[in-house]
């Protein structure tokens, strides 16, 4: 009987049977486990038993796939609809894309996407939807937007770095003060966006 593989669920000596999804999946677990430099097409096809040129009917290029695989992990994101309170909202926002930046570190690496996939405008409607009752003009709210987006990767970066100093120096260290990072990391971030929002003369 074939040895099942570890991660895509495939039988040795027999290729998976390619899709986008399948493809995307398994370039989130490459990504995962080396950062997005391990996502080449050629590594996400010998992950799936296949041959790169295999891949090109389903995705262009690696630059379309590492697109595709930053919206895709969008969907564990928790979506939170307006309540009346801004501040809360806008608070369980950063919290939900923070966790989500750090279950994928290399979420805030590799520069810019060159095209946001419909998670990813899914995501910024949202935000924009959280300060529509701000009385800011609507390049002002984008402004704010936008540092929140910012501070969240950089927060994020910033937090994969501290964790993994900590882990050498201070190996006992309990997950409190990491939370403690986080609550101070969301206050920073609430902070700025209120300060854009609340600026006068920016729109």
Do not use: C
Request: aromatic residues 2%; charged residues 20%.
């Amino acid at each position: 009987m074939p040895e099942a593989s570890r991660d895509t669920g495939r039988s040795t000596g027999r290729p998976a049977r390619l899709s986008r999804a399948v493809i995307v999946r398994t370039a989130i677990e490459l990504a995962d486990r080396g950062g997005l430099e391990a996502v080449t097409m050629r590594a996400v096809a010998v992950e799936l038993g296949s041959v790169a040129a295999a891949l090109y009917r389903h995705v262009k290029n690696r630059e379309q796939l590492v697109d595709f695989v930053r919206d895709a992990v969008l969907a564990e994101r928790t979506e939170v609809s307006p309540t009346g309170d801004r501040r809360a909202d806008l608070r369980a926002f950063a919290l939900g894309l923070l966790t989500v930046h750090e279950a994928h570190p290399w979420l805030s690496t590799g520069g810019l996407p060159t095209s946001l996939g419909p998670r990813s405008l899914a995501t910024l409607d949202e935000a924009m939807a959280l300060v529509a009752n701000h009385p800011a003009g609507t390049g002002q709210k984008h402004s704010a937007v936008a540092v929140l987006f910012e501070l969240i990767a950089g927060f994020a970066r910033s937090g994969v770095a501290t964790r993994s100093l900590t882990a050498e120096a201070l190996p006992n260290e309990s997950a409190l003060s990491q939370t403690a990072g986080r609550d101070h990391a969301i206050a920073v971030i609430l902070a700025a966006v209120t300060g854009v929002l609340d600026a006068e003369g920016l729109d």
